[in-house]
Structure formats: C-alpha cells, structure tokens
C-alpha cells in the first residue's frame, strides 16, 4: 500500500518555523547539510506511531503550506497514474542520495505532494 511517508513544511523563515515547532510540540529540528536550505524534524521517537518531516523555504506560491510525500514501488508508473487521474508532474525525478527517486505532483485541486520509490536507489 502507498503511504505517506515524510511532510514538508514550507516558510518565508525557516529558522524561525524551527523554533515555533520547537517550542510548542518539543520536535528535534536539525538543519540538513545538502545543497539548499532544509532542516530535518523529528517528531518522537521511532517507536511511536507518526511520521518526520521537514522544514525548507518556501518556493511555491503560499498555500502549499504543507507537503505530504507518499512512498510508491514504482514512481515512473505513478507518474502516469497521476497524469491519467488529472493530476501534472511540477519539478522533474531526481535521485536523492542514500533516499531515492522523488518529484513534486499536482492533484487536480491544485494540492501539491510528493512522489519517492525507495526500491533500488537504497
């Protein structure tokens, strides 16, 4: 089954989101050593139920404030799901590094998410 598997927060300041998750909910929040601005949130500990995420600066118009990812077997057949459903592929596949193949999609209410296959770029 397809789950959702990571969220990114999207913010103008991004330190100062970090800080305000920080506070209220106690979330650990690292900033991310890569190429562009990301920090890493971890909400609880491992065994708990729930899912980490991310802070990162925002780059697209406001109301995406947040962004599920879901975990696919296959991301070139999902793409072509997406795109029979209605839905459009907004940023190209990239390879991330010890992650996968991931790309952003659009539903057809305008909703952006996330698109990552683990299997084979582990």
Do not use: C
């Not at 397809?2 to 913010?11: K, L, T």
């Not at 690292?30 to 190429?35: D, I, N, R, T």
């Not at 491992?46 to 975990?71: H, Q, V």
Request: no cysteine; proline share 3%; aromatic share 14%.
């Amino acid at each position: 089954m397809n789950r959702v598997v990571h969220f990114e927060i999207s913010a103008d300041d991004p330190t100062k989101a970090a800080d305000f998750y920080s506070k209220v909910f106690g979330w650990e929040i690292k900033k991310w050593e890569g190429e562009f601005e990301y920090w890493l949130v971890m909400t609880g500990d491992e065994k708990d139920p729930g899912i980490d995420g991310a802070i990162m600066r925002r780059s697209y118009p406001k109301g995406n404030g947040t962004i599920n990812t879901i975990s696919v077997e296959d991301a070139d057949q999902s793409k072509e799901k997406i795109i029979q459903a209605g839905g459009k592929q907004v940023t190209d596949f990239e390879i991330i590094p010890k992650v996968g193949k991931f790309a952003y999609f659009e539903d057809t209410e305008g909703n952006m998410f996330g698109v990552l296959q683990w299997k084979g770029y582990m």
